[in-house]
């Protein structure tokens, strides 16, 4: 079956740039999403890549996607003590997430 | 506009009790999806609908869990009976093409 993985834990020093990755295995995967969860809270939407696409910036977003490889990346430039959270790379067609990255930034 | 609704927000229960627990999608997306969170397991996808119709439920646990989704506004997801390893958060979403968004959840208790 489909499958999201990523690494667990990501920590890094205020105003650096936050790199979190996630491979999948269903290569008729529509879109990517990028999902971030604030403790004891609900999903937010990131951002979302069409599989057609390579990259996609959005303020202080860019998402990368290798299809070749089915590697997705989230880049977070100056990343604030705000950012901290657990990030989820998902893909659509069934929705299916990724393990979580915990994102711990350090002031 | 409203985004996807859950209800109830916290319910805690007993053992071998039944529990339903409610989605109402964002009006105009015709796929809807059930999951649930535990540290232990992570965010499973559970359920998914597409224009009302079930089209995977391989995620689903046992045959203690049911869904059905009577109308393109509105999903439950019972359990019966409910054990005690089933407490988690239930999350339900809601998508049309690229756009996806997710309730709140059901943070869900049994005792």
């Known amino acids: 079956g489909e499958d999201v993985e990523q690494s667990l834990f990501l920590s890094v020093r205020e105003g650096d740039s936050s790199v979190i990755n996630c491979t999948y295995t269903d290569s008729s995967s529509t879109y990517l999403y990028w999902y971030k969860q604030e403790p004891g809270a609900g999903l937010q939407l990131l951002t979302y890549?069409?599989?057609?696409?390579d990259m996609k910036q959005d303020q202080r977003l860019t998402v990368l996607l290798n299809k070749k490889d089915k590697h997705l990346s989230l880049r977070i430039a100056d990343t604030q003590t705000g950012d901290s959270a657990i990030y989820f790379c998902?893909?659509?067609?069934?929705?299916?997430f990724g393990t979580g990255t915990r994102l711990q930034v350090f002031p | 506009d409203a985004g996807v609704i859950q209800s109830p927000r916290h319910e805690v229960t007993e053992m071998g009790q039944e529990v339903t627990l409610r989605c109402k999608p964002i009006?105009?997306?015709?796929?809807l999806f059930w999951y649930r969170q535990t540290m232990m397991r992570g965010l499973e996808l559970l359920i998914y609908f597409n224009n009302n119709v079930p089209i995977d439920d391989s995620g689903m646990p046992e045959d203690r869990f049911s869904a059905k989704m009577p109308n393109a506004s509105f999903s439950t997801l019972k359990i019966q009976p409910s054990e005690p390893r089933d407490s988690a958060v239930y999350f339900c979403a809601s998508s049309f093409g690229q756009v996806a968004g997710f309730g709140p959840g059901t943070r869900l208790t049994v005792l």
């Open positions: 998902a893909e659509y067609d069934k929705l299916i």
């Open positions: 890549i069409f599989s057609n696409m």
């Open positions: 009006s105009g997306h015709n796929s």
